[in-house]
Nanobody, 124 residues
Framework: QVQLVESGGGLGPAGGSLTLSCAVS????????MAWFRQAPGQEREFVAA????????YYGDSVKGRFTISRDNAKNTVYLQMNSLKREDTAVYYC?????????????????WGQGTQVTVSS
């Protein structure tokens, strides 16, 4: 069984930076495509970024493209989300997700494993 634990959320200033981490336990982390999603109150879960199993392919949502960077360290079973140039609209609960596939995906139902989420709040 795969378990995901996010960390690194908190309060960040507009224009500032935060880095989220997602530690994955279980076997064969390198077999999983990984992604970050976010959900603000009253809104649907939104795709943020995804990375392929080996890290060679990344994909970003339009709202974060050019500001956020997803990466992974397969030796540490960890995926990261570096968030720069934060905006108030980035405020949300951020979720890490995993899918047993070589392909990058952007829709939540395609991910079988989820973390509990970490709150990110951007202050003006």
């Amino acid at each position: 069984q795969v378990q995901l634990v996010e960390s690194g959320g908190g309060l960040g200033p507009a224009g500032g930076s935060l880095t989220l981490s997602c530690a994955v336990s279980g076997r064969s982390f390198s077999s999983y495509g990984m992604a970050w999603f976010r959900q603000a109150p009253g809104q649907e879960r939104e795709f943020v970024a995804a990375i392929s199993r080996g890290g060679e392919t990344t994909y970003y949502g339009d709202s974060v493209k050019g500001r956020f960077t997803i990466s992974r360290d397969n030796a540490k079973n960890t995926v990261y989300l570096q968030m720069n140039s934060l905006k108030r609209e980035d405020t949300a609960v951020y979720y890490c997700a995993a899918r047993l596939s070589a392909n990058v995906a952007v829709t939540p139902p395609l991910y079988g494993y989820w973390g509990q989420g970490t709150q990110v709040t951007v202050s003006s």
